[in-house]
């Protein structure tokens, strides 16, 4: 079965910081990867995904994320982070085939003045 | 068109009674997740639904807890006989496949307090 690891529960940046969150996997084959975002309150979106080709992914706000195999991880990233980025981040995994998804326990992003 | 719909948005139950969530999907999705969401857990996948279908239970208490997805109308996750450790946010997701790699489009939770 499939596991994923986000080993930062908390993270603070200052507005305008470069960002970079971690996640590791573990799957035997190639894995489905995926980054959401949840706003207090609310439910998941998705930021970006990765199931083949290009190991460096473009997501939405301004958001990528590079798979790296022999790191079995897919840390997402931000050149500059914005106060409205301010969320909690979750990573997952799918393995091949129907569609059940792992989710790690999330890394609460706090974004400073 | 319309997001993944979930009702009531706040329950508020006393131990012992019943608890029953709803989830309306996307237009046009037949695959339905639920998730349970504790504070510093994540999401805990729950089951998956196909129209008429449990596909996979294998994260559903064998006890109290039950799901459906009826031919017609909304998902339904139901929980009999609260107790207090039931309280969390509860999730739904569809989708328009059961394929891994799509994207699973989440609602807005509800929020499940057991006094």
């Known amino acids: 079965a499939q596991s994923v690891t986000q080993p930062d529960i908390h993270i603070t940046v200052s507005e305008g910081a470069s960002l970079e969150l971690r996640c590791n996997y573990s799957?035997?084959?190639?894995?489905?990867l995926f980054w959401y975002v949840q706003s207090p309150g609310q439910g998941l979106q998705l930021l970006l995904k990765y199931f083949s080709g290009d190991t460096l992914v473009q997501g939405i706000k301004g958001f990528e994320a590079e798979f790296k195999r022999s790191q079995s991880s897919f840390n997402l990233r931000k050149p500059s982070v914005h106060w409205s980025d301010a969320a909690e981040y979750f990573c997952a995994v799918g393995a091949e085939g129907y569609q059940k998804v792992t989710f790690g326990t999330g890394t609460k992003l706090q974004v400073i003045p | 068109n319309a997001g993944v719909m979930q009702n009531p948005r706040h329950l508020v139950r006393r131990r012992g009674q019943e608890a029953r969530l709803r989830c309306s999907p996307m237009?046009?999705?037949?695959?339905v997740y639920w998730y349970r969401q504790l504070p510093e857990e994540g999401l805990k996948f729950m089951v998956y639904l196909q129209k008429e279908n449990i596909i996979d239970e294998s994260g559903m208490p064998k006890e109290r807890f039950s799901a459906e997805f009826p031919k017609e109308g909304p998902s339904i996750l139901r929980i009999q006989q609260v107790v207090r450790g039931d309280s969390a946010a509860y999730f739904c997701a569809s989708s328009p496949s059961g394929y891994s790699y799509n994207e699973q489009f989440f609602g807005p939770g509800t929020r499940l307090t057991v006094l």
């Open positions: 799957y035997g084959a190639t894995p489905y």
């Open positions: 237009k046009g999705h037949s695959h």
